[in-house]
Structures are given as C-alpha cells and as structure tokens.
C-alpha cells in the first residue's frame, strides 16, 4: 500500500509534465518562423495552407510560415537554387495530408516531386519518374498539418508560388507575380507589374490591377474591376466572368460554360468565347477588332456612335436589331452584314442559338454593374 501511494503523486507530476510539453510544442506550432529567399527569381511551394502576398520593404522575399495541426511540427523547410533560381518549400512527410479547414468533405491528389516542388499539372519532364502521389483531405487518417505562409514581395521581384489547397490573397505587390493553387479561392487587389493567377477550382477576384493580367480556372467564377494593361486574358472552363473599368491593348475572354459580362471597355482587339452563355459587352472606344462566339446564348454590344467598323453578324435562332446608324450590305432573319461609320474595324459575332443586339451607349453592359 505504501508503494502504490507514493507512486499515485509521481503519476500526477507525469501526466501534469506530458500536459506542459503538448502545450509547449502546440505553441511553437503556432510561432510564425522568417525565412529569406534571395534572388531575382524565386520560388516558394506549400501544400496546404492560407496564403498572403505583400509587398516587401528589403532587398529580398521574405516568408512569415506558421504552422498548424497536430502533426505540423513534422514540416520541414528546404531551400535550394533549383533549375536557375531559388525554390523554397514546406516539406510534409507522409503521403496522406489532413487540412482541416476545408469546408465539407474534400480530396485532391497531386503529384509531387521528391524535392517538394509541384504545380496545377503535376511535375514535369524526367521529374514525373521520381514523384510521389500526395493526397490532401478534409478529415480522417493521416498527417493533420499545414502552413500559412505570408511572403513579401520587393519591388520588382520576379516570383512564382504555388498552393497545394488553400485560399490565397495578394495585396499592394510590385512586381512579376504568378499565383497557383489546385484548389482555393485566389484574391488580388492594389498590384503593379505583371499577374498571373491560376487555381483548378475556385473563384478569382481581381481589383485595381495595371499591368498584364492572366486567370485561369478551372471551375469557379472570375470579376475584375480596374484593370489596364496590354493585355488581360481571363478563362474559366465553368463559371461566369464579369468585370468593369477594363483599359487594355488585348482582352480574351473564354468560358466553357458561362457567362460574360462586361462593361465600361476601352479595348481595340476583343475576343469574348463562351460554349454555353449570354455575352454582355459594353464598349467606350472604338474598335479594331471585335469577335464574339456562343454556342448557345443572346448577345449585347453597346458602343458609342463613333464606332467604325464592318460588321457580320450570324445567329442560328434567334433575332438580331440594331440602333446603330449602319449601312446594310445584306440582311435577313439569321445573319447580317453592314458597315458602321469609317468601316475600318471588324466586328464578328456568332451565336448557335441566341439574339443579337447592337445598341448605342456609354459603355454599361446590359445586365449592369457585377
């Protein structure tokens, strides 16, 4: 009796020391930790994680990485000059990732080159011999850790990141900018110099951007607002693209299945392509070029009056008008060809199932601001 009451307050020291050392190693999880990636050109890569950019004071990018989940204390970080630049990464050790914030029930594999780096594709060239398959999960079995990174950017700095699940968010950077994530909603606003955004499924906003801009997704919705560069492209295999105040040399618009709606543009070469969708285009200069393709969907230009161009017209069902001063070349129930002012540009529509409108305006397109 006397061995089992000694040995009950030595349990409880145990237990209490077990209690502190969880706490302690919770905490230094927690801690954010600074690493610096130097070099013009730079890489950073994280498979699950929330994501900030900024812009950055020093001569160098700087990554805040903070981590989290029980199991986050087995990330390790590896730095290398790989393939010409910089590439920093979070390493994860096991093959089965468990990121806890996603909402719902949600999977995605990647595969991943054994020295940490990846993108949207997979790895490429001899690299694909060598990669491991990387499944990322809601909840269950595996390892339960991630990273939120928050890097800093230096005007001028040429760098690419990549996400593996996780928002992402890019504010105030001065730079040449490419964003990827598998799976996350991408978010940019106050930006300089060249953007690039990608995610393989989920929404993008992009606002207040000068420069050229590129965003692709997969599946998800695209909105811009304030963009001017020589060239803006926007794609989303399904979702919607609306945007305003948009003054480039170059705007491509594709959606698989979507619509497009846009408004208070200054762009001399258009090129809007929806498979399934409504077009909304609403014009404040002239054109050189305007092309606009539907499978199946109605077709709303406005321009001011001062436009000049060639314009043909095609619609498979449905009708076309117009309140543009125009001289008809030819016009029956599905197709039309005239001439608008100096005739100089070219305006091209097609529709396999949908009315054409060209109406007079100021630029707002027809179902108004996004």
């Known amino acids: 009796m ?9 349990r409880r020291e145990l237990l209490a020391l077990l209690a502190s050392l969880v706490t302690l190693a919770a905490a230094a999880a927690a801690r954010a930790e600074t690493v610096t990636v130097p070099g013009k050109d730079v890489a950073v890569y994280n498979l699950a994680g929330e994501l900030r950019v900024e812009a950055g004071t020093g001569p160098s990018v700087t990554v805040d990485l903070t981590r989290g989940g029980r199991d986050g204390g087995k990330l390790k970080i590896a730095q290398d000059l790989l393939d010409g630049r910089q590439a920093m990464r979070v390493l994860y050790p096991g093959n089965r990732i468990v990121y806890p914030r996603t909402k719902g029930w949600s999977s995605t594999s990647m595969a991943v080159g054994r020295d940490g780096r990846f993108d949207d594709k997979g790895v490429h060239g001899i690299a694909e011999l060598f990669a491991r398959h990387v499944s990322i999960h809601s909840s269950g ?4 850790a991630y990273a939120d990174l928050v890097v800093r950017v230096p005007r001028g700095q040429k760098i690419s990141i990549y996400v593996g699940v996780g928002a992402a968010s890019v504010s105030n950077v001065d730079g040449d900018l490419y964003v990827s994530t598998n799976s996350g909603t991408v978010s940019s606003i106050q930006t300089r110099g060249r953007l690039s955004l990608d995610t ?16 692709d997704t997969g599946s998800g919705d695209v909105r811009v607002n304030k963009v001017s560069g020589n060239s803006v492209s926007l794609d989303t295999g399904s979702g919607k693209v609306a945007g305003a105040a948009l003054v480039t040399g170059r705007l491509h618009v594709d959606t698989g299945s979507g619509s497009i709606d846009l408004e208070l543009v200054a762009c001399p070469d258009v090129d809007l392509d929806t498979g399934s969708g409504s077009v909304a285009l609403g014009l404040t200069s002239d054109v050189d070029r305007l092309k606009i393709d539907t499978g199946s969907g109605s077709v709303r230009v406005t321009a001011p009056e001062t436009i000049g161009a060639r314009v043909h017209v095609d619609t498979g069902s449905g009708g076309i008008s117009t309140d543009l001063p125009m001289r008809l070349t030819e016009k029956t129930e599905s197709s039309l060809i005239g001439t608008i002012g100096d005739g100089r540009g070219t305006i091209v529509i097609d529709t396999g199932s949908g009315s054409v409108k060209l109406s007079r305006g100021t ?8």
Do not use: M
């Open 200 to 215: 393989g499924s989920g929404d993008v906003a992009v606002a207040d951007a000068a420069g050229d801009l590129i965003v």
């Open 363 to 370: 630029g707002e397109a027809s179902h108004g601001p996004y």
């Open 2 to 10: 006397k061995v089992a009451g000694e040995a009950l307050p030595i």
């Open 141 to 144: 079995s595996g390892d339960e």
